[in-house]
């Protein structure tokens, strides 16, 4: 493979998930069905929503030495990612997900780390090289932090854009938001991020923008925030702006934000304009809901641009 021009420095996970008609109450045991086990994780699932879309792409990260690491890299590379950089932890089991998800296809996830939490920075160690040379590095925060932070100072240091998706949201030091090109959150994560409380998924648009305001002033250059049905909302200090999302009949929201972001980096290190980058995002999103799983769910590029170009013809 050619030198990759995104890096996704983050975790793989194995994805056990069963479909409920509600979430249960506390104590409370229901039935479900539909039960799979996927591939899964957030770096692995934007590094193949990139891979998918014909983006050159090396995942970094770390699996244990077992089948289900196995069947991750696999997966990882029938996307097209370039997998070499993805180490095996001997004394830790592969990290599991074990995802709920209703009748209205939103999820509630449980996180097993295993080897992605013993992913120290210095693992990075072999992949600085990737790290150095991309032109765009994505982030999440499934991994130990620390991790993230020598991931994005590296990056950064050779002029690489890097995209942070605060996910799962805990707390974030400023000098990490600092060296964040884009901060990617959901409404939740938002709230979570500027230590509000997360009031659901329909907060004002006004809300929206003075969270955004406060994670601009810890330092971070632009906050894209993902909207899901109301697609997704921009605030940088000149500006901020709205994209609407194509409405759907959501069946898993898993890797919707996974292929926001994989798509999202594909496009700017297509040099495609920040607007074409975000209608691109938000369509790639749009269809992955559509769909159960969630690496299963990713689009190709010609679904996308089917979509764009009003020749897709169904849901």
């Known amino acids: 493979m050619t030198t990759p021009e995104i890096a996704v420095v983050g975790s793989l996970n194995a994805d056990l998930t069963v479909r409920v008609p509600r979430f249960p109450a506390p104590g409370e045991t229901i039935s479900g069905d539909g039960f799979a086990i996927v ?6 699932n934007q590094a193949a929503a990139a ?11 770390q ?12 997966a990882l590379q029938g996307a097209g990612v370039d997998t070499r950089l993805v180490a095996v932890d001997e004394s830790a089991a592969t990290g599991v997900a ?3 998800i209703d009748a209205h296809g939103e999820n509630e996830i449980i996180l097993a780390a295993g080897a992605n939490g013993t ?5 990075l160690a072999p992949a600085l090289g990737a790290l150095r040379s991309a032109r765009v590095v994505l982030l999440q925060l499934e991994i130990p932090l620390a991790t993230v932070l020598r991931a994005a100072a590296e990056a950064r240091s050779a002029g690489a854009v890097v995209i942070l998706d605060p996910a799962p949201a805990i707390p974030i030091p400023d000098q990490l938001l600092s060296l964040a090109d884009y901060v990617t959150p959901n409404e939740r994560e938002l709230a979570i991020l500027v230590g509000g409380t997360p009031t659901g998924d329909d907060t004002p648009l006004d809300a929206v923008d003075a969270m955004a305001r406060t994670v601009l002033a810890r330092g971070a250059a632009r906050v894209l925030v993902k909207l899901g ?4 909302r921009l605030v940088a200090p000149e500006m901020a702006r709205s994209w609407p999302a194509r409405q759907v009949h959501a069946v898993d929201t898993t890797a919707a ?3 926001f972001n994989g798509s999202l ?20 999103a749009s269809i992955s809901v559509t769909r159960a799983g969630a690496q299963p769910s990713l689009p190709t590029r010609s679904e996308v641009e089917a979509v764009l170009q009003g020749r897709w013809l169904q849901d």
């Open 51 to 61: 891979g998918r879309l014909g983006g050159r792409v090396a995942m970094i990260g």
């Open 39 to 44: 591939p899964g994780g957030k770096g692995a």
């Open 119 to 123: 992913f120290a920075p210095e693992r």
């Open 63 to 74: 699996v244990g030495a077992d089948a289900q690491g196995a069947l991750l890299r696999e």
């Open 98 to 100: 074990v995802i709920t």
């Open 229 to 232: 049905a109301r697609g997704a």
């Open 265 to 284: 980096a594909v496009e700017l290190t297509e040099g495609a304009s920040l607007d074409q980058a975000v209608r691109f995002a938000t369509t790639a």
């Open 257 to 259: 934000g996974d292929a």
